[in-house]
DNA sequence: GCCGTTTTCGGCCCGACTGTTTTCAGTCG
C-alpha cells in the first residue's frame, strides 16, 4: 500500500508551490493527498487495474495529477516535482513547519536574510538579524525563537493513549479552577458543556494538539480565558482572546481553547470536531439547501436568521442528515449513509462482555492472576481469557509447558472462587515457518489460541503472508493478535498482503484482534473497514500487561467504532453461551 | 489544478488573532 507514500509526494510538492507563491494549487495538491490517504484502497491497484482513468475517478484528481501520479508508479518520480524542487531551496518546506512561519515569511527569510533551514534560522535569530526586517519586529523574533524550541521539543503527534488522559486532566483542573473562583453567585456555567472536541473527540490514533470548547457569556468569558491560560500545566501563552486562546503546555502540546455562547455551542461543537473534510462536505449541502453552516450557527442564505445551532443533533437534522457520531465523521461515506438514513449502530463500552487478550506475571505481566481476574470481575465481565506467552518468547519469558500446566491448575482453583469464566487461553508465537509454539495436544486443551507473530519483523511480504496464512490454516488457532505488527511512531506493520490474510481469516472462520494497547491500536481503523469487507469477525481486546491496562479498552473500542463496527461484528460482546459459536475448542 | 443542481469559466471556507500596520496582511485552524 503505498497510499500514504504518495500524499505525501503531492503534499511536499502543496508546499514547494506554495512557497514559490503559486495560488491554489496547493489547496488542489493537499485535496488530492487528502483523498488519497482516505482512500480505503490500494491506489497502485487501482492503477494497475483501470489505469489512469480509475485515478481520476479519485476526488480531487483530475488529468494533472493523475498523470503524475501514474509517472511515480511507473519511474519512481515525477519530472515536474524534480524541477520544482530544484527551483526552492531545500530545507523551505521544513521552515514552513515553524509556527508563525508561512508561504509569505519564509519566502522573505529565504531571499532577504538567506535562511534556508532550521539552523540557518536559529542564527539568524540568535544575531537578531530577522527583527531588522521590514514587517518583522522584536516581537515576531521572540516568537519565532519559542516557536523554534518547541518544534525542536515535539513537533510530531502523540498517541491517543498519551493524549486523551491528559486532556481529561487539564479539563478537569479548569472545572476546579472555575468552581473556586466563581464561587456560587455567579451565574453557573454549565461544566457538562466544557469538553474536548477536534480529533481528540473523533479518537483518532494518533492527536496532534488538544482542543477544547466552553460554553459561557458576557463576564465569564474572561474568566473561563483567564483560568485557562494560568493553568499550572501550561507553559507558553501563544493567543488570547474573547473566543479563542492557544496554550503550549509545558510537556510541547498544544491547547486550544474556545468560548461560543449557548445558542451556537452545537455549530461550534460539530465545527471544531472535524474533520476537516467532513466539515466540507456538510458545508456544501448546506450551501445547497439554502443555508450558511458555519461555528456560529446554521444560517438561512436569504434572510440571515439562525435556523440551528445550540446543538449537534439539530444542525444535522435541519441538513436533513441522521444524526453521525464523531468517530464516524471523516468522510468516508458516512454522510451519504446519513442522508439515506442508514448509519450503522456502532459497538459501546456497554456491550463487551470480556477481554481475550491478557498477561500475567507468569509471562511478562506485573500482576499476578487472581489480581488480574479479580480487577476483571470488578468491571463487570462475564469472561477473560488469560493468555501468557509460549515458550519460544523468551525475552517475554514464555511459559514452558510445565508452567502453563500449573496455571491451568490455578485457573481452576481460582474458578471456584470467582463467578467470572476465566478461559485457558495463550499468545501463541507464530514461528517462522507459520506453526504454532505447542504441540498440538497442548493447544487442543487450551480454551482459545491467539497467534502473533512477534519476531522476524523484516521479512519479505511472500514470506510473512505465507507465514500468516498458515497460522490461519491451523485449526487449533482462533485469534489472530495485533495483525499488523506496527508499533505508534516506532515501528511500521511489516509488510504482508493483508488481502490474502483477511480472505484467509475468513474462509477458516478466524478472528481479528482489535488490539487495545495505546503503542499499537492494531488492527487500525482502516484495516478494520477492510477486514470487514470480507466478513470477518473481531475481537476487541486489552493485551494488558497490568491490572490499569484492563481500562485501555476504550481506545480499541474507539478504533472499532471508526471502522463502522456494530455490536454484531465483535465477538466479545457475545454472551459466554454464545462464543462456542466462535471458538471451536469451546463447541467440542 | 479541480470541479459543476452556481456547470466548461471562475470560484476555491472563513473567522479569529497577532504584530505591525495607520487600515491590514499573514497565519492558523
Same mark, same amino acid.
Given at each position: 500500500?503505498?497510499?500514504?507514500?504518495?500524499?505525501?509526494?503531492?503534499?511536499?510538492?502543496?508546499?514547494?508551490?506554495?512557497?514559490?507563491?503559486?495560488?491554489?494549487?496547493?489547496?488542489?495538491?493537499?485535496?488530492?493527498?487528502?483523498?488519497?490517504?482516505?482512500?480505503?484502497?490500494?491506489?497502485?491497484?487501482?492503477?494497475?487495474?483501470?489505469?489512469?482513468?480509475?485515478?481520476?475517478?479519485?476526488?480531487?484528481?483530475?488529468?494533472?495529477?493523475?498523470?503524475?501520479?501514474?509517472?511515480?508508479?511507473?519511474?519512481?518520480?515525477?519530472?515536474?516535482?524534480?524541477?520544482?524542487?530544484?527551483?526552492?531551496?531545500?530545507?523551505?518546506?521544513?521552515?514552513?513547519?515553524?509556527?508563525?512561519?508561512?508561504?509569505?515569511?519564509?519566502?522573505?527569510?529565504?531571499?532577504?536574510?538567506?535562511?534556508?533551514?532550521?539552523?540557518?534560522?536559529?542564527?539568524?535569530?540568535?544575531?537578531?538579524?530577522?527583527?531588522?526586517?521590514?514587517?518583522?519586529?522584536?516581537?515576531?523574533?521572540?516568537?519565532?525563537?519559542?516557536?523554534?524550541?518547541?518544534?525542536?521539543?515535539?513537533?510530531?503527534?502523540?498517541?491517543?493513549?498519551?493524549?486523551?488522559?491528559?486532556?481529561?486532566?487539564?479539563?478537569?483542573?479548569?472545572?476546579?479552577?472555575?468552581?473556586?473562583?466563581?464561587?456560587?453567585?455567579?451565574?453557573?456555567?454549565?461544566?457538562?458543556?466544557?469538553?474536548?472536541?477536534?480529533?481528540?473527540?473523533?479518537?483518532?490514533?494518533?492527536?496532534?494538539?488538544?482542543?477544547?470548547?466552553?460554553?459561557?457569556?458576557?463576564?465569564?468569558?474572561?474568566?473561563?480565558?483567564?483560568?485557562?491560560?494560568?493553568?499550572?500545566?501550561?507553559?507558553?501563552?501563544?493567543?488570547?482572546?474573547?473566543?479563542?486562546?492557544?496554550?503550549?503546555?509545558?510537556?510541547?502540546?498544544?491547547?486550544?481553547?474556545?468560548?461560543?455562547?449557548?445558542?451556537?455551542?452545537?455549530?461550534?461543537?460539530?465545527?471544531?470536531?472535524?474533520?476537516?473534510? !467532513?466539515?466540507?462536505?456538510?458545508?456544501?449541502?448546506?450551501?445547497?439547501?439554502?443555508?450558511?453552516?458555519?461555528?456560529?450557527?446554521?444560517?438561512?442564505?436569504?434572510?440571515?436568521?439562525?435556523?440551528?445551532?445550540?446543538?449537534?443533533?439539530?444542525? *444535522?437534522?435541519?441538513?436533513?442528515?441522521?444524526?453521525?457520531?464523531?468517530?464516524?465523521?471523516?468522510?468516508?461515506?458516512?454522510?451519504?449513509?446519513?442522508?439515506?438514513?442508514?448509519?450503522?449502530?456502532?459497538?459501546?463500552?456497554?456491550?463487551?462482555?470480556?477481554?481475550?487478550?491478557? !498477561?500475567?506475571?507468569?509471562?511478562?505481566?506485573?500482576?499476578?492472576?487472581?489480581?488480574?481476574?479479580?480487577?476483571?470481575?470488578?468491571?463487570? *465481565?462475564?469472561?477473560?481469557?488469560?493468555?501468557?506467552?509460549?515458550?519460544?518468547?523468551?525475552?517475554? !519469558?514464555?511459559?514452558?509447558?510445565?508452567?502453563?500446566?500449573?496455571?491451568?491448575?490455578?485457573?481452576?482453583?481460582?474458578?471456584?472462587?470467582?463467578?467470572?469464566?476465566?478461559?485457558?487461553?495463550?499468545?501463541?508465537?507464530?514461528?517462522?515457518?507459520?506453526?504454532?509454539?505447542?504441540?498440538?495436544?497442548?493447544?487442543?486443551?487450551?480454551?482459545?489460541?491467539?497467534?502473533?507473530?512477534?519476531?522476524?519483523?523484516?521479512?519479505?511480504?511472500?514470506?510473512?503472508?505465507?507465514?500468516?496464512?498458515?497460522?490461519?490454516?491451523?485449526?487449533?488457532?482462533?485469534?489472530?493478535? !495485533?495483525?499488523?505488527?506496527?508499533?505508534?511512531?516506532?515501528?511500521?506493520?511489516?509488510?504482508?498482503?493483508?488481502?490474502?490474510?483477511?480472505?484467509?481469516?475468513?474462509?477458516?472462520?478466524?478472528?481479528?484482534?482489535?488490539?487495545?494497547?495505546?503503542?499499537?491500536?492494531?488492527?487500525?481503523?482502516?484495516?478494520?473497514?477492510?477486514?470487514?469487507?470480507?466478513?470477518?469477525?473481531?475481537?476487541?481486546?486489552?493485551?494488558?500487561?497490568?491490572?490499569?491496562?484492563?481500562?485501555?479498552?476504550?481506545?480499541?473500542?474507539?478504533?472499532?467504532?471508526?471502522?463502522?463496527?456494530?455490536?454484531?461484528?465483535?465477538?466479545?460482546?457475545?454472551?459466554?453461551?454464545?462464543?462456542?459459536?466462535?471458538?471451536?475448542?469451546?463447541?467440542?
Amino acid at each position: 500500500m503505498r497510499n500514504r507514500e504518495i500524499a505525501e509526494l503531492l503534499y511536499e510538492t502543496a508546499d514547494i508551490m506554495e512557497f514559490q507563491q503559486i495560488e491554489w494549487k496547493p489547496r488542489a495538491y493537499r485535496r488530492a493527498a487528502q483523498n488519497i490517504e482516505n482512500l480505503g484502497e490500494d491506489i497502485e491497484k487501482v492503477y494497475e487495474k483501470k489505469g489512469k482513468k480509475g485515478l481520476t475517478e479519485i476526488p480531487g484528481i483530475g488529468e494533472a495529477i493523475a498523470d503524475h501520479i501514474a509517472e511515480y508508479l511507473e519511474t519512481g518520480k515525477v519530472k515536474k516535482f524534480e524541477d520544482l524542487k530544484g527551483k526552492a531551496p531545500s530545507g523551505t518546506t521544513e521552515l514552513m513547519e515553524i509556527r508563525g512561519l508561512g508561504a509569505k515569511k519564509t519566502k522573505r527569510l529565504a531571499d532577504e536574510l538567506k535562511v534556508k533551514t532550521i539552523p540557518d534560522l536559529k542564527a539568524a535569530v540568535n544575531a537578531h538579524r530577522i527583527r531588522r526586517l521590514e514587517g518583522f519586529g522584536e516581537i515576531s523574533e521572540e516568537n519565532i525563537a519559542r516557536s523554534l524550541r518547541n518544534y525542536e521539543k515535539s513537533h510530531s503527534r502523540m498517541a491517543l493513549g498519551k493524549v486523551l488522559p491528559l486532556a481529561e486532566e487539564i479539563i478537569s483542573a479548569l472545572k476546579t479552577t472555575l468552581k473556586t473562583e466563581l464561587g456560587s453567585k455567579t451565574p453557573e456555567i454549565d461544566f457538562s458543556k466544557l469538553i474536548y472536541t477536534g480529533s481528540l473527540r473523533r479518537l483518532k490514533e494518533t492527536i496532534g494538539d488538544i482542543d477544547i470548547l466552553a460554553e459561557a457569556e458576557g463576564e465569564q468569558v474572561g474568566k473561563v480565558m483567564n483560568a485557562f491560560v494560568s493553568l499550572p500545566a501550561v507553559g507558553q501563552v501563544v493567543s488570547k482572546g474573547n473566543t479563542r486562546s492557544s496554550v503550549i503546555l509545558k510537556e510541547g502540546l498544544e491547547v486550544d481553547l474556545r468560548v461560543v455562547p449557548p445558542e451556537s455551542y452545537g455549530a461550534a461543537l460539530q465545527y471544531f470536531t472535524g474533520s476537516k473534510e !467532513h466539515n466540507i462536505e456538510l458545508r456544501n449541502i448546506a450551501q445547497r439547501e439554502g443555508y450558511k453552516l458555519s461555528e456560529y450557527g446554521l444560517y438561512e442564505k436569504a434572510s440571515g436568521k439562525q435556523v440551528a445551532g445550540k446543538s449537534e443533533e439539530e444542525v *444535522y437534522r435541519k441538513l436533513g442528515l441522521e444524526y453521525i457520531v464523531p468517530e464516524l465523521r471523516e468522510n468516508r461515506g458516512e454522510i451519504k449513509a446519513a442522508i439515506k438514513k442508514i448509519l450503522p449502530k456502532l459497538i459501546e463500552a456497554k456491550d463487551l462482555k470480556g477481554d481475550f487478550h491478557l !498477561h500475567t506475571d507468569y509471562s511478562e505481566g506485573r500482576a499476578s492472576l487472581e489480581t488480574m481476574v479479580k480487577k476483571a470481575e470488578t468491571m463487570g *465481565y462475564e469472561y477473560i481469557a488469560v493468555t501468557d506467552h509460549s515458550r519460544s518468547q523468551r525475552i517475554a !519469558h514464555g511459559m514452558e509447558i510445565d508452567t502453563l500446566k500449573a496455571q491451568w491448575e490455578e485457573i481452576k482453583k481460582l474458578s471456584k472462587r470467582f463467578k467470572i469464566k476465566i478461559l485457558r487461553g495463550s499468545e501463541v508465537e507464530v514461528l517462522k515457518d507459520g506453526s504454532l509454539d505447542y504441540p498440538d495436544e497442548i493447544l487442543k486443551e487450551l480454551d482459545i489460541v491467539v497467534g502473533a507473530v512477534n519476531s522476524g519483523f523484516s521479512s519479505s511480504e511472500r514470506e510473512m503472508t505465507g507465514r500468516i496464512v498458515t497460522a490461519l490454516e491451523n485449526r487449533h488457532l482462533d485469534i489472530l493478535a !495485533h495483525p499488523s505488527g506496527r508499533l505508534l511512531g516506532k515501528r511500521e506493520a511489516y509488510a504482508v498482503n493483508f488481502g490474502t490474510v483477511f480472505e484467509t481469516a475468513a474462509a477458516n472462520g478466524k478472528v481479528m484482534e482489535i488490539n487495545s494497547q495505546p503503542s499499537r491500536l492494531d488492527l487500525n481503523d482502516e484495516l478494520i473497514l477492510r477486514a470487514k469487507e470480507y466478513g470477518l469477525k473481531f475481537c476487541i481486546s486489552t493485551d494488558s500487561h497490568s491490572m490499569s491496562d484492563l481500562a485501555s479498552m476504550r481506545y480499541g473500542l474507539g478504533q472499532a467504532r471508526r471502522g463502522w463496527l456494530e455490536k454484531e461484528d465483535v465477538v466479545n460482546t457475545y454472551p459466554y453461551s454464545r462464543l462456542k459459536e466462535v471458538f471451536k475448542k469451546l463447541r467440542d
